[in-house]
């Protein structure tokens, strides 16, 4: 009926899982990335740090060790200049002027001592003099003028002043950088091709059970025969639609019961009603002459119409509470039964003293067992019959509302009692005056419901009593195939 | 009986397994002045149907031996022509009963009344019998239908009849001397297998009543009570 929605929900269903699942995957390499990121980070620096260690120790042993003459400046620069050939992490296609790495030596206060670097180091001098220095421990130092901080230990040496050796974090930075944007882009093809599995997967998945539900709500419908398709696997959608299978097996099996203990039922006791109206209905043609034994009989003929309409009645509405009625569908058009009906109770209805009318918009369609409807429509209007008392108005009214077929019954009379009316549609149930069997309402109820429809019976505001049959159109599907059963039998 | 002459030479095969049904049936048929063969199965039934021709066939569904319906469908697969009443005690209507019925045969759902069967055995064999020579006129008494003007008189006086209520005398018409019962008149004039528990047809016959037998004239739309309604023979 609504594969359409159904797909699209099934659908999104797919879309949704995929989504969640992949949010916790990409959610996970997160982690995992930034874990490893700060592990390498971790190893970069420690490399970094204990180079600079070894070489401030180095740089610090020649500079106490070179004689403060005027070749010391010589000497300790082309050991810093050296030194910072050897940088860890350094990339190949630099500029000449290495800015990666500065010498410094200093007193705390005073000028330079000593300067190997880029620039003059006025500006690193002044940022180191800022910062609180312990000996022999990296730390960072932001400098003005470069866009990257440096890494630098100090080392104190034996004429009082520090020597400070800086490393440059730009290529540690760009190490990581590159890692970042490494993993970005692969990361996002992981998690791409990852939901694209889990999409078509579940997508897969649900599609079975799409397959299954559609056919499922096809069995329901009328054809108990059909089984839902399996998919030949042994997972959880091949052990549903074998489960399913196998209950359908149970369920037809016990509507088979039913319908055969319903129609030996039928049998048994139509064979002897059928014999024995036959028998009176002899003697009543023979019973001319004896005018006392006539309204016996007749009264008899009449009791065993009633046993038998009762018969069939509870079997219908016993079958139909176990969604087992057969039906005999057609296209028949309830405008024209409508009609047809007014035609034939309105005047009845006028001898009883109630008006009666029709309010119709015009043909509406329904696939339906003819016969059924027909009687459960007289059913209602029977009902109405009985009960209203005279000089009331019975309303029939017919229209078509998303793609439904709507019949209501109404009258202006005393509505129904307070005591039948939580249990209308229960068999036998029926008021204190009612000289029916109980069964009409409850048969009404059971044919909207062998057609997938429904009833609802209400006391209107305005007084009397107001009933709702709703049944399912005619849709494009069941009138080409109501054409083709026409077309089969004639 | 008033069909007697009617029915004289109608040769019937009845296939019925209950002997209770089996002996009324054939009674009454018998009284109806038909020649009666009962057959109590299937395998009697063909040898029947094979030895002599009918005029038509009663067949219950349920037979001991075989289905109703594969009977019929044999029986027509031999060239047994004549129309087939169906007995039937089952719950719905088979498809394939709905068929046969296309196929101009007739069913009764069990239990049925006496005189509905007589009727429609009637029109069955009637139908059978009579080709489709459809006079312009019925005639009963001195009651007169035009058939193609809607138009009814009694005795030379134009009748005030609503088209529905023409339908309804027509039939009776077509069927005048033969009862027609409510249910019949129920499926044929209104088109309705119902059984209401009610007096819907009767006030319909009332109605049409006071309009047909008017005050002088001789009454002649009668009913039987417990079966049904009949109009005077012609």
């Known amino acids: 009926m609504s594969s359409k929605s159904d797909s699209k929900r099934l659908h999104s269903a797919a879309w949704r899982i995929s989504l969640w699942a992949t949010l916790a995957f990409a959610l996970g390499t997160l982690l995992v990335f930034a874990g490893l990121h700060q592990f390498v980070a971790n190893d970069i620096q420690r490399r970094s740090d204990a180079w600079l260690s070894g070489e401030v120790g180095t740089l610090g042993d020649v500079a106490e060790r070179t004689p403060k003459d005027r070749l010391y400046h010589r000497v300790v620069g082309e050991v810093a200049e050296l030194a910072s050939r050897e940088v860890p992490n350094r990339s190949r296609n630099q500029g000449k002027e290495n800015d990666s790495v500065f010498f410094l030596q200093a007193a705390p206060t005073g000028p330079a001592k000593l300067w190997v670097g880029a620039g003059d180091g006025e500006a690193n001098l002044a940022a180191i003099r800022a910062q609180k220095v312990v000996p022999d421990v990296p730390f960072h130092l932001n400098v003005k ?7 630098v230990v100090a080392s104190p040496i034996n004429d009082g002043s520090f020597i400070y050796l800086g490393l440059s974090e730009r290529d540690e930075l760009r190490v990581l950088r590159n890692l970042r944007t490494r993993f ?3 990361g996002l093809l992981i998690v791409l091709f990852g939901f694209g599995i889990v999409f078509y997967t579940t997508r897969r998945m649900l599609g079975h059970v799409r397959e299954i539900t559609e056919a499922a709500s096809r069995i329901g419908e009328s054809d108990l025969s059909r089984r839902v398709p399996t998919t030949g696997q042994n997972d959880e959608i091949g052990q549903l639609s074998r489960t399913l299978n196998r209950m359908l097996d149970r369920i037809e099996n016990s509507v088979h019961q039913l319908h055969t203990i319903t129609d030996s039922l039928a049998h048994d006791l139509r064979s002897p009603l059928t014999a024995i109206r036959g028998k009176l209905e002899m003697s009543l043609s023979e019973a001319g002459a004896d005018p006392e034994a006539e309204p016996m009989i007749v009264s008899a003929i009449e009791e065993l119409d009633r046993l038998t309409e009762f018969l069939n009645t509870s079997l219908d509405v016993a079958e139909a509470r176990a969604d087992a009625l057969r039906l005999t569908r057609t296209e028949i058009d ?3 039964v409508m009609r047809v009906m007014m035609d034939l109770y309105e005047p009845c209805m006028s001898e009883h003293g109630l008006r009666m009318q029709l309010r119709s918009g015009g043909a509406v369609k329904v696939f339906a067992d003819a016969a059924l409807v027909h009687r459960a429509v007289a059913n209602l209007l029977d009902n109405e019959l009985k009960h209203l008392p005279a000089s009331c108005t019975v309303t029939i009214g017919l229209q078509a509302e998303n793609e439904a077929a709507v019949v209501t019954v109404e009258d202006d009379g005393p509505g129904f009692a307070a005591e039948v009316k939580n249990a209308m549609f229960q068999q036998r149930v029926k008021g204190r005056n009612s000289s029916g069997h109980g069964l009409g309402l409850a048969f009404v109820e059971a044919v909207a419901r062998a057609h997938g429809g429904t009833v609802m019976a209400s006391n209107r505001a305005e007084g009397g009593a107001r009933l709702v049959i709703t049944l399912p159109c005619v849709q494009e599907s069941q ?10 039998i004639g | 009986m008033q069909s007697m002459a009617y029915a004289l030479f109608m040769r019937l095969l009845l296939v019925e397994d209950e002997l209770e049904i089996q002996d009324f049936l054939k009674t009454s048929l018998a ?3 038909y020649e009666v063969d009962v057959a109590g199965d299937g395998g009697t039934a063909e040898k029947f149907a094979s030895a002599k021709v009918y005029d038509a066939l009663i067949v219950d569904l349920g037979l001991p031996d075989q289905d109703g319906i594969d009977l019929i469908l044999r029986l027509r697969r031999q060239g047994v022509s004549s129309p087939v009443m169906i007995l039937s005690a089952r719950r719905s209507v088979d498809d394939r009963v709905a068929g046969l019925e296309q196929g101009g045969d007739d069913y009764l759902t069990k239990p049925f009344a006496l005189a509905e069967l007589l009727a429609r055995l009637r029109n069955l064999l009637k139908r059978n019998a009579a080709t489709s020579s459809s006079p312009m006129t019925l005639q009963v008494a001195d009651l007169e239908l035009d058939l193609l003007r809607r138009r009814a008189s009694r005795g ?7 088209p529905q209520e023409f339908v309804l005398l027509e039939y009776l018409c077509r069927h005048a001397g033969r009862v027609v019962t409510r249910s019949m008149l129920l499926a044929e004039v209104w088109g309705m297998r119902i059984q209401p528990d009610t007096n819907v047809v009767d006030v319909h016959i009332y109605r049409l009543r ?3 037998d008017v ?14 309604y009949v109009l005077k023979e012609r």
């Open chain 1, 145 to 151: 003028g470069f866009p990257k901080p440096f890494r």
């Open chain 1, 184 to 186: 970005l882009w692969l």
């Open chain 1, 334 to 336: 309830l405008d024209e």
């Open chain 1, 479 to 488: 009138e080409r195939s109501g054409q083709a059963v026409a077309a089969e």
């Open chain 2, 31 to 33: 009284d109806e002045g």
């Open chain 2, 156 to 162: 030379g006086e134009l009748l005030n009849l609503s």
């Open chain 2, 210 to 212: 006071g309009k047909v």
């Open chain 2, 215 to 228: 005050e002088g004239r001789e009454p002649l739309i009668k009913t039987l009570r417990g079966v049904g």
